[in-house]
């Protein structure tokens, strides 16, 4: 049997939980603020509408992070240099992990409401395998590198939201710097 698409309403009510939700995990000073009664008022929606549509709150915070990545990984699938496919292996690891510090940087609030939903192991999340794999077969392209999966796991570690918060919050290291000692550290691991 073909899959059934949502109804027009229901789509529209995706659509508009997901941006209250941007908006409000955009304002709030921390992510724990946020409730669901609160994104359910802002986008003029019952709290079983938001439950029926994502499970709860984890489910919707992942709709919305999937969301805000889908620029992102489109660029990364199929897009050109230096983040796409074509980048020669060396120079696309330092590009990707710039685009997910970018990334955590735009999205700190939801990154990190994310990480602290309480959903078991970051290593787990749909997002991180993702990540995780991309970078790992990039890896395994560099002659020369060994232990890919553990180099993928340390330079992915590097990108976490929280420290990315620990950083660029509360010790204010600029963007720039950081991006730049991310960069650094990469080609470092790399031998570049």
Request: with cysteine; aromatic share 6%; proline share 8%.
């Amino acid at each position: 049997m073909p899959e059934r698409k949502p109804r027009k309403d229901a789509a529209r009510n995706r659509e508009a939980v997901l941006a209250a939700a941007d908006a409000l995990f955009a304002r709030s000073g921390s992510p724990e603020d946020v409730t669901m009664a609160d994104i359910a008022a802002s986008a003029g929606v019952g709290k079983g509408t938001l439950f029926r549509a994502f499970g709860d709150r984890t489910g919707l915070l992942r709709a919305l992070y999937e969301a805000r990545l889908t620029p992102v990984r489109e660029a990364v699938e199929s897009g050109p240099p230096p983040l796409g496919p074509a980048t020669p292996p060396a120079e696309r690891v330092p590009a990707l992990l710039d685009a997910l510090l970018c990334f955590k940087l735009d999205n700190r609030p939801l990154a990190l409401a994310l990480e602290e939903s309480g959903t078991g192991s970051p290593y787990q999340a749909e997002h991180y395998e993702w990540w995780h794999g991309l970078l790992r077969s990039v890896l395994e392209q560099i002659p020369g590198l060994a232990h890919g999966d553990f180099t993928a796991h340390a330079l992915l570690a590097a990108t976490r939201a929280d420290l990315v918060e620990h950083l660029a919050g509360k010790g204010g290291v600029p963007r720039d710097r950081l991006r730049a000692q991310l960069a650094h550290f990469s080609n470092g691991v790399l031998g570049v």
